[in-house]
């Protein structure tokens, strides 16, 4: 397809459930991010790839979170033993070049739908 | 840290223009501003942005003071569909290495009829 394409669409998880989140960014795309966005908040950094290389995982909240890319194209976000402050959309975005030679030329990034994930 | 502050909500009447005001007094020398909106149910899509220059593109004009602490989005003529959170965001490069949008919780436009 053109877009990002990001499923499940939803999910429900029972606390201490384990669940995995897939993201099929642009065709070509280098960069892929993942983004949580808590309701009614602005969505927050979690990790960056560039190609297969998780080159930046700063923003995952603990060591239950964990991101792959193991191609360079689809990336799944894992996180395992879900809490209830882990429910949040997670938004995946891709982009055509690399974050760290953007420059000024505009490369914004293309974001999916989300998933929205729901621990109860 | 979110580096921009913007109004929680506004109004606009539809075919009239919608001047969404942003701060980022904290924005350094080398950072863009760019702008993007969320739809209810949708991931957010790119509007325009810019480092020190207006900028105008088919979607929306932004302006950008001269001491570039504070932006305004103008949607020229805005319609019913372009009700959604619009937000405001400073590209900082981290210490990593890496451009990341810093976003802050952004503003809800309601184009009313």
């Known amino acids: 397809g053109a877009g990002v394409s990001q499923s499940p669409r939803y999910k429900v998880a029972k606390r201490g459930q384990d669940v995995a989140l897939r993201c099929d960014p642009i065709?070509?795309?280098?960069?892929l991010f993942w983004y949580q966005q808590a309701l009614g908040q602005g969505p927050e950094f979690l990790t960056y790839?560039?190609?297969?290389?998780?080159?930046?995982k700063s923003g995952l909240p603990s060591d239950r979170f964990f991101a792959e890319r193991p191609e360079g194209s689809v990336s799944t976000l894992k996180i395992q033993r879900t809490q209830q402050e882990d429910s949040a959309v997670y938004l995946c975005?891709?982009?055509?070049?690399?974050?760290?030679?953007?420059?000024?030329?505009?490369?914004?990034?293309?974001f999916g739908s989300g998933t929205r994930l729901t621990v109860v | 840290d979110a580096k921009t502050t913007q109004p929680p909500s506004m109004d606009c009447a539809e075919g009239r223009a919608a001047n969404l005001p942003c701060n980022h007094s904290?924005?350094?020398?080398?950072?863009?501003v760019y702008w993007y909106r969320q739809i209810h149910s949708q991931g957010p899509q790119y509007i325009i942005h810019?480092?020190?220059n207006n900028e105008t593109n088919e979607m929306a004009s932004l302006i950008i003071t001269e001491d570039r602490k504070s932006s305004t989005l103008i949607l020229p003529h805005a319609t019913l569909r372009d009700t959604a959170v619009y937000y405001c965001?400073?590209?900082?490069?981290?210490?990593?290495?890496?451009?990341?949008?810093?976003f802050g919780t952004g503003t809800r436009l309601k184009v009313l009829a």
């Open positions: 965001i400073v590209r900082v490069l981290d210490t990593s290495g890496t451009y990341k949008y810093i």
């Open positions: 975005a891709s982009s055509l070049v690399t974050a760290a030679g953007q420059g000024g030329t505009n490369y914004g990034y293309t």
């Open positions: 810019g480092l020190k």
């Open positions: 904290t924005i350094s020398g080398n950072e863009y």
């Open positions: 790839f560039q190609n297969e290389a998780q080159l930046d």
């Open positions: 065709s070509g795309h280098v960069s």
